[in-house]
């Protein structure tokens, strides 16, 4: 039997720990508590596409249901990509790629007011860890899309560089993407982690 004052504790702290996550909406399983182990199969909130959380909006979620990527709300930026005619190298398209290659961007391509230099400087909603997607981060945005006000039906930057002269970039209109010239303007929203 477990003694009382033990479960208080408990009890004490899981309600500070999702108090002090985010300070957001959270949607938690349901299942009622009895035991230690239970509690520790059901650690952490688990959480959806389309709520507010942790200064924007939950466009992705990975299999745990613990975390994912989250967009800006209702921010607009337009920018180039930047470093015409010059070799970033080394990004990816993949999910989780997208932190990674901005800071390849920024380490490798010193034009000021780039894509990546206005997601990586951008303050918004108390978080400075906003990034610019990748790929196939923009391409999750573009299929979530339903919670976000602001998105215009043109075309965005990813950090995915195609060449020298192009990156990679979708429109918003019907999901196609293509490579573009990085001193083209396009629009930007910055996506960070959790």
Not at 34 to 59: D, H, Q, R, W
Not at 82 to 101: E, H, L, V
Request: with cysteine; aromatic share 10%.
């Amino acid at each position: 039997m477990i003694n009382k004052n033990l479960l208080i504790v408990i009890f004490i702290a899981i309600g500070t720990l999702f108090i002090t996550s985010c300070k957001k909406k959270l949607t938690v399983n349901k299942q009622v508590v009895n035991t230690p182990s239970v509690l520790a199969a059901n650690e952490g909130p688990l959480i959806a596409i389309g709520e507010s959380y942790c200064g924007g909006i939950i466009f992705y979620v990975d299999s745990t249901k613990k975390h994912g990527l989250i967009a800006a709300a209702n921010q607009m930026l337009r920018s180039r990509w930047g470093c015409f005619g010059k070799t970033i190298g080394g990004t990816s398209a993949a999910i989780g790629s997208g932190q990674t290659n901005t800071l390849a961007i920024i380490n490798g391509c010193d034009s000021a007011n780039t894509a990546a230099h206005l997601c990586d400087q951008l303050v918004l909603n108390g978080y400075s860890d906003w990034f610019l997607p990748s790929k196939d981060e923009l391409d999750m945005l573009y299929k979530n899309k339903t919670p976000f006000r602001g998105l215009k039906t043109d075309y965005y930057w990813s950090s995915t560089e195609a060449n020298a002269n192009e990156a990679v970039c979708q429109d918003f209109y019907d999901g196609h993407r293509m490579n573009y010239e990085k001193n083209r303007n396009y629009y930007v929203r910055a996506i960070r982690a959790f």
